[in-house]
Every structure is written in structure tokens, then in C-alpha cells.
């Protein structure tokens, strides 16, 4: 069984950082790729930042101020958010490519997602 537990969010002032973490917990062969999405109130949920085989994606919208980096050892991936504005206001996901040991290939997994309110 695969669970992606998440941590970090909260309440942020426009301007601040906030630093979310997601592990990958339970019995499982191997992680492909890790990243974050996220879902604002009346919107569609969108890619953030992927990390993969060394190499790093991010939406437009984040580049220069966010950071995605992970601990394979850990299993756990980070989103390292600065300069946030009102609009990176969401619930941010964190998703996994996951082979159990009882599959032949990679699934995908979510996390139950954390808030990130951003506001004065």
C-alpha cells in the first residue's frame, strides 16, 4: 500500500516563503517521477513543478520563485515557495509515479493535498 503524506502549508503573507514536503510511505518497488499540482477555488487543478531522473518542469507562472527538489533516499519530495502572491492561492497536491511490488508498471498516486491561503 502506497500513501503520500503531506506537510507544510498554511497561511502565508503575499511576499513570504512557505516550504511543502510530501513522503511516500508503505511497501513499494520504486518512485518515478514526484511532483505538485495545485487547485484554486473555481479553477481547473494544474502542473506546478515535476521531478524526474534529474531533471526539473515548471509552470510557467512559478519560474524564478518556486523550487522543487527531492530526497530519493527519503523518498520525499520538496516545493520550496518564495515571493508567493495571492494568486498561488490553492490547495496544492502532491502526486507520484509508484510501482508496487505487486505491479508490472508505475501508477500514479495523490496525496489528500494542503492549503495554501495567501493573504494579508
Known amino acids: 500500500q502506497v500513501q503520500l503524506v503531506e506537510s507544510g502549508g498554511g497561511l502565508v503573507q503575499p511576499g513570504g516563503s512557505l516550504r511543502l514536503s510530501c513522503a511516500a510511505c508503505g511497501s513499494f518497488r520504486s518512485i518515478r517521477a514526484m511532483g505538485w499540482y495545485r487547485q484554486a477555488p473555481g479553477k481547473q487543478r494544474e502542473l506546478v513543478a515535476t521531478?524526474?531522473?534529474?531533471?526539473?518542469n515548471y509552470v510557467d507562472s512559478v519560474l524564478g520563485r518556486f523550487t522543487i527538489s527531492r530526497d530519493n533516499a527519503k523518498n520525499t519530495v520538496y516545493l520550496q515557495m518564495n515571493s508567493l502572491k495571492p494568486e498561488d492561492t490553492a490547495v496544492y497536491y502532491c502526486?507520484?509515479?509508484?510501482?508496487?511490488?505487486?505491479?508490472?508498471?508505475?501508477?500514479?498516486?495523490w496525496g489528500p493535498g494542503t492549503e495554501v491561503p495567501v493573504s494579508s
Open positions: 521531478a524526474s531522473a534529474g531533471s526539473t
Open positions: 502526486n507520484a509515479d509508484v510501482r508496487a511490488y505487486s505491479a508490472l508498471g508505475y501508477e500514479g498516486y
